[in-house]
């Protein structure tokens, strides 16, 4: 199969909407075929704007302008946000709620249905978790800040994100909803029921109740995609390999036609979807939305599968008219495994479109796993602006008990001898209570933490900010300077001319550079000097992350990496208890990135434990200087951090401990390739530039209290777990196979990348073949795999070569 590699890199986030005359007249531009200059065409110079609408010669010289050339096209203002400028420390952590939780199973309707099984697991009670848009604060609002005399901040950002549709009151204050979002609680071997809902219409608790025609036409008007280009057009690109909903009825719209299937190109009929687009056309229709859980157990049906998308209520062939496909290729396929009820008042009535109703087995070992949109050539750009939410699975034979808190733990280990931190952020902390209301002092009784790190980018317009996502190929060939120009549709010749030709608009891959932890930009977390456990993500879309924690008890912050690593008080070690599906063998992994001499210099390394017996045998790897723990995007770790004694050192509190970053600020091939040069000079020859100490060179903040409270976990050292925690033998004697990823490369004017590949045959080539070649989507299934059979997968990444 071949995937984009933005759509293989989750990424996170959030984006404007901007709307106005320009959207509306740009569609027009670019088209290879005829098209009519009377439907929807204004003038172009009613928006300060040079040139015409009339015919096609006419149009790249206003739809195309150079970005740097034509301020008139990007008005003053709209230059990307410099994330160096962006004051650090000054928001709070967000410490995500539950949004369903299986320990309760007390009923449904509104306020009540967050109940997921009864015991027996036969009576499975429904949860509604819908996607919609709202306003976050993600950066720093209007303050007085430490270095900044007069800062006046920031808007609150348009963003999308999953939450309880029960606990919604407007875009201003959308109670449950965030982004990333609060967190699922899945009890081991019990299954749970969600349906999630596509409510990316103008008024979705309206379109969901209302049954009355004209107010649902205008109530389920669908949005339009948040992530636009600084005139408001949109970054969908359809050149791709992508959902492809169609299009407008041709009677009422010239665009009809251009969803054309490049695949089907010659046949009596080349629309469908799920297809590689023949033409690029600003798509401006509903957008599809497809939940899947990264890493769990699920059928066919329940896994999110990428071509069983669905478009939001009434959108397709509901009151609208509005002729788009309601769904892909798999989506009457898969039908849903129970028929859920509407989130109105009054008697329970179907749900109707616009959802996807699940059931998760959660028959697997407890895990760190995250929900996200799954969507078909869209994965990059939905989950950009929709982020993501943890899914936590927990095993109720290990029951953990701490200040009247009760919480399960993990299978993997001996729960009598073994005690992790805790208690999580369960729904103790907020049940019966408004979602914006907690107990006092209940997030400093919280020793679990989950912690999305995503990298952004932002630019302010008008009321709101948005995020930046480049709209064209410019940005990742390094030709769009501070601005990033038009949704390129008529596209450089260059491109066109490729072979295969490049999309005009995709983004081999992405880096931006303010550092979002949980929806937050750069934020400070009061701990105490207890250990504290954290489930760790990388939420980026192409930054791989090199994690380390350091003592800072200084007044002043530290300035730079080298102020840091020469003046710190020493590195805390990253104990890693776990990775995605399970507990490690035997005990947690200590890293450390400088060996811990205490200096910020020298290799570092990595301890693992090798049995359980009195003697506790390690083993340890030396790795590169610097390298802490190294996490790819969509990654998850199980970490554990020790803040025990850090009340006082030498008589001095150490108030700070900082997260910091030094992996590198492009695509990572090895750490050996970061240039580790203290300061921030130039790297050298062949080597990567790593991200900058005053942008992605920061994570995190943690502020320490001399409050220590109570603490009753193992220490790190002391832990151990089973042999085989996943309950099964990792890599048995048995079945091997490798694969292999490769950058497909173009031929023609236009050298670059193409497409990630993922293929079976090491020398097959992949210059210049194209979807239509090579392992693609719709080839024959090369992998079979037979059910209970574990295999040893060697995944190869060539696409550094």
């Known amino acids: 199969m071949i995937y984009s590699k933005s759509a293989l890199a989750l990424a996170l986030v959030i984006v404007g909407n901007t709307a106005g005359v320009y959207a509306q007249t740009q569609p027009h531009c670019g088209f290879a075929e005829p098209f009519d200059t009377t439907v929807g065409c204004e003038s172009p110079a009613t928006i300060g704007l040079s040139g015409s609408c009339g015919t096609l010669p006419d149009c790249p010289s206003w739809c195309n302008p150079d970005p740097q050339l034509d301020p008139a096209y990007c008005p003053a203002g709209t230059s990307v946000i410099a994330g160096s400028g962006v004051p650090k420390y000054e928001m709070e952590f967000f410490l995500p709620p ?72 407007s875009k201003d204050d959308p109670i449950s909803f965030h982004n990333p979002a609060a967190s699922i609680e ?67 719209d010239p665009r009809m036609g251009l969803a054309e299937c490049a695949e089907l190109v010659g046949e009596s009929n080349s629309f469908r979807t799920d297809c590689t687009g023949k033409n690029t056309y600003v798509y401006d229709g509903p957008i599809p939305n497809v939940a899947h859980v990264h890493g769990t157990h699920a059928k066919p049906e329940s896994d999110g599968y990428t071509e069983a998308w669905f478009l939001p209520k009434n959108s397709g062939t509901g009151a609208s008219g509005d002729g788009y496909t309601p769904g892909g290729n798999f989506f009457d396929t898969f039908a849903p495994t129970f028929i859920p009820k509407n989130v109105c008042n ?127 190929r410019d940005h990742f060939n390094g030709l769009d300077g501070e601005r990033w120009g038009c949704n390129n549709l008529y596209g450089n010749s ?30 400070k977390h009061e701990v105490r000097p207890n250990r504290y456990r954290l489930r760790l993500l990388n939420a980026c879309d192409s930054r791989t992350l090199s994690l380390s924690a350091w003592k800072w008890n200084g007044q002043d912050p530290p300035i730079d990496f080298n102020d840091l690593f020469t003046n710190s008080p020493g590195e ?107 300061g921030e000079l130039p790297p050298g020859d062949g080597l990567a530039k790593r991200a900058p100490f005053n942008t992605l060179g920061q ?5 320490v209290s001399l409050d220590a409270g109570i603490e009753d976990s193992t220490s790190p050292d002391k832990l151990c777990f089973d042999a085989f925690p996943g309950g099964v033998e990792k890599f048995p004697p048995g079945f091997e196979r490798t694969v292999y990823l490769k950058e497909e490369l173009t031929t023609g004017e236009a050298l670059g990348p193409f497409a990630a590949v993922l293929d079976n045959e090491l020398d097959n080539a992949v210059v210049g073949k194209g979807f239509d070649e090579g392992k693609g989507w719709a080839k024959p299934i090369t992998e079979i795999i037979p059910i209970n059979r574990v295999e040893d997968w060697n995944i190869v990444n060539l696409s550094g070569k």
């Open 98 to 169: 539950v949004l369903v939780n299986s320990n309760e199973g007390k009923g449904k309707g509104k306020g009540k249905d967050k109940g997921a099984v009864k015991a027996n697991n036969a009576a499975l009670f429904q949860n509604n978790v819908a996607v919609r848009e709202f306003l976050q604060q993600i950066l720093p609002p209007a303050g007085t800040y430490p270095g900044y005399d007069s800062y006046s901040g920031y808007p609150k950002t348009r963003v999308w994100g999953y939450g309880d549709p029960n606990f919604f009151n």
């Open 186 to 252: 899945a009890k081991k071997d019990l299954s749970i029921n969600i349906a999630f809902l596509n409510d990316l219409v103008a008024d979705p608790d309206t379109c969901r109740c209302s049954e009355d025609l004209a107010v649902l036409a205008t109530a389920c008007k669908p949005l339009e995609h948040i992530l636009k280009d600084c005139a408001g057009v949109q970054v969908v690109d359809t050149k791709l390999h992508w959902a492809n909903p169609g299009g407008p009825d041709a009677a009422t």
């Open 346 to 472: 009054g008697p329970e009535t179907d749900m109707g479109t616009g959802f996807e109703a699940n059931t998760y087995r959660n028959d697997q070992t407890t895990s760190t796993l995250f929900f996200h949109d799954h969507s078909l050539g869209m994965t990059r750009l939905n989950v950009m602006a929709t982020s993501a939410g943890f899914y936590f699975i927990r095993d109720e034979t290990c029951l953990s008990k701490r200040k009247g808190f009760t919480w399960y733990g993990e299978s993997g280990m001996d729960c009598t001898t073994n005690t992790l931190p805790g208690p999580p952020p369960t729904a103790e902390l907020n049940k019966g209570k408004n979602w914006n209301i907690k107990p006092p002092n209940s997030d400093m009784y919280v020793r679990e933490l989950p912690i999305a790190i995503q990298d952004m980018s932002f630019y302010v317009d008008g009321a709101e900010t948005r995020q930046f996502y480049p709209a064209n």
């Open 494 to 523: 260059a491109y066109q001319n490729a072979l295969p030709p490049l999309s005009p608009i995709w983004n081999p891959e992405v880096f931006f550079d303010v550092a979002v932890v949980n929806g937050h930009a750069w934020p």
């Open 572 to 678: 805390i070690p990253i104990w890693v208890l776990g990775t995605e599906q399970s507990l490690l063998p035997y005990g947690p992994a200590k890293i450390l990135s400088t060996g811990g001499n205490g200096d910020g210099f020298g290799f570092g390394s990595v301890t693992k434990f090798t049995d359980c017996a009195t003697t506790r045998e390690t083993s340890t790897d030396i790795t590169p200087s610097h390298q802490g723990l190294l996490m790819q995007p969509g990654e998850r770790y199980d970490a554990l951090i020790d803040f025990t004694g850090l009340d006082f050192i030498l008589g001095t509190p150490v108030t700070q401990v900082y997260i910091v970053n030094t992996g590198p600020n492009e695509p990572f091939k090895t750490f050996d390739l970061i240039d580790q040069t203290v």
């Open 699 to 703: 994570i995190l903040r943690f502020d």
